[in-house]
């Protein structure tokens, strides 16, 4: 594809309901000015003076259209995520562009989940993340790490809520209890609920039917399950051990994002998954944590 072929396709995401014909982002006019020299428009109403990434998440961009395509394309390929490390040499930029652009994608991502709604047979569950502690050198000097005195303080739990058959959505607390109160914002008060025998879901015997599992003696069974929800984890995890190979904290609601969203588009071409990504991204805003990331100028 060339510039130009890119340039068009990035006009057909960001204005689809006109076929491509820019529209005012300031006024919503539909009549515009094509400066063609400057890839800009102008409004005929009110002069305002826009580009196509204009007000998007790829606002002041300094690649180039083919590049931002080629990124999304790359993003979506892989089944357990793309290190940025990778992004950077496939596209040849620096790993520091590659990181910022690849959390840009995963804010699109999160766009699709912003005000989801769970209902019917819902699948809750969650994993504890990070905060790995280095075991000593000699036997005798190591500790159980299972305590909490030998911890570091730094793990962190991933509750995932998945609709059976339908979307998921994860959240980051710092343990299974506090996951309710989210719940009871998300789930509809009439869905069924499957968890395990874990004491922080017991609450939800008042709030939902509720269908738990003992996963001690069996992984599932007819009356509960819970492997949709593992299922989520299991990718993460891959993507944490296996792509990542280390994710920061204050970071980690961001990949949870981007697993679910790998597992509710997962049986969509690459082509599609890649026009979601797209559409998402143009129909954003200037991200407030990633815009002059590196230049410490985020909000």
């Given at each position: 594809?060339?510039?130009?072929?890119?340039?068009?396709?990035?006009?057909?995401?960001?204005?689809?309901?006109?076929?491509?014909?820019a529209?005012?982002?300031?006024?919503?006019?539909?009549?515009?000015?094509?400066?063609?020299?400057?890839?800009?428009?102008?409004?005929?109403?009110?002069?305002?003076?826009?580009?196509?990434?204009?007000?998007?998440?790829?606002?002041?961009?300094?690649?180039?259209f083919?590049?931002?395509?080629?990124?999304?394309?790359?993003?979506?390929?892989?089944?357990?995520?793309?290190?940025?490390l990778?992004?950077?040499?496939?596209?040849?930029?620096?790993?520091?562009?590659?990181?910022?652009?690849?959390?840009?994608?995963?804010?699109?991502?999160?766009?699709?989940?912003?005000?989801?709604?769970?209902?019917?047979?819902?699948?809750?569950d969650?994993?504890?993340?990070?905060?790995?502690?280095?075991?000593?050198?000699?036997?005798?000097?190591?500790?159980?790490?299972?305590?909490?005195?030998?911890?570091?303080?730094?793990r962190?739990?991933?509750?995932?809520?998945?609709?059976?058959?339908?979307?998921?959505?994860?959240?980051?607390?710092?343990?299974?209890?506090?996951?309710?109160?989210?719940?009871r914002q998300?789930?509809?008060?009439?869905?069924?609920?499957?968890?395990?025998?874990?004491?922080?879901?017991?609450?939800?015997?008042?709030?939902?039917?509720?269908?738990?599992i003992?996963?001690?003696?069996?992984?599932?069974?007819?009356?509960a399950?819970?492997?949709?929800?593992?299922?989520?984890?299991?990718?993460l995890?891959?993507?944490?051990?296996?792509?990542?190979?280390?994710?920061?904290?204050?970071?980690?609601?961001?990949?949870?994002?981007?697993?679910?969203?790998?597992?509710?588009?997962?049986?969509?071409?690459?082509?599609?998954?890649?026009?979601?990504?797209?559409?998402?991204?143009?129909?954003?805003?200037?991200?407030?944590?990633?815009?002059?990331?590196?230049?410490?100028?985020?909000?």
């Amino acid at each position: 594809m060339s510039e130009d072929e890119a340039y068009q396709h990035f006009c057909q995401l960001r204005w689809p309901e006109t076929d491509g014909e820019a529209v005012c982002p300031k006024c919503g006019c539909a009549e515009t000015y094509n400066i063609t020299s400057r890839r800009r428009f102008k409004c005929v109403a009110c002069h305002h003076q826009f580009s196509v990434t204009s007000g998007t998440i790829f606002a002041s961009r300094k690649l180039s259209f083919v590049d931002l395509l080629a990124a999304i394309v790359i993003f979506v390929n892989g089944a357990k995520g793309v290190s940025a490390l990778q992004v950077s040499r496939d596209l040849d930029v620096q790993y520091k562009t590659a990181f910022v652009l690849s959390h840009k994608l995963r804010e699109a991502m999160a766009l699709e989940q912003q005000n989801r709604r769970l209902d019917g047979v819902v699948e809750i569950d969650g994993a504890y993340f990070g905060g790995h502690v280095k075991p000593a050198n000699v036997k005798a000097e190591r500790k159980d790490r299972r305590l909490a005195e030998n911890r570091n303080g730094k793990r962190q739990c991933v509750v995932v809520m998945r609709e059976r058959g339908g979307k998921s959505l994860p959240f980051v607390v710092r343990n299974e209890g506090e996951a309710v109160p989210i719940a009871r914002q998300r789930i509809s008060p009439q869905a069924i609920i499957h968890a395990d025998e874990g004491t922080g879901w017991d609450v939800m015997y008042g709030i939902w039917e509720t269908k738990r599992i003992n996963h001690s003696v069996r992984y599932s069974s007819d009356t509960a399950c819970t492997n949709q929800a593992e299922s989520f984890f299991s990718r993460l995890r891959r993507m944490e051990v296996g792509t990542h190979h280390h994710i920061a904290g204050q970071y980690l609601h961001a990949y949870a994002g981007e697993a679910s969203w790998r597992e509710d588009n997962r049986r969509i071409s690459n082509g599609s998954q890649a026009m979601l990504v797209g559409e998402s991204a143009m129909a954003s805003a200037v991200s407030r944590q990633w815009a002059g990331y590196w230049q410490r100028r985020a909000a």
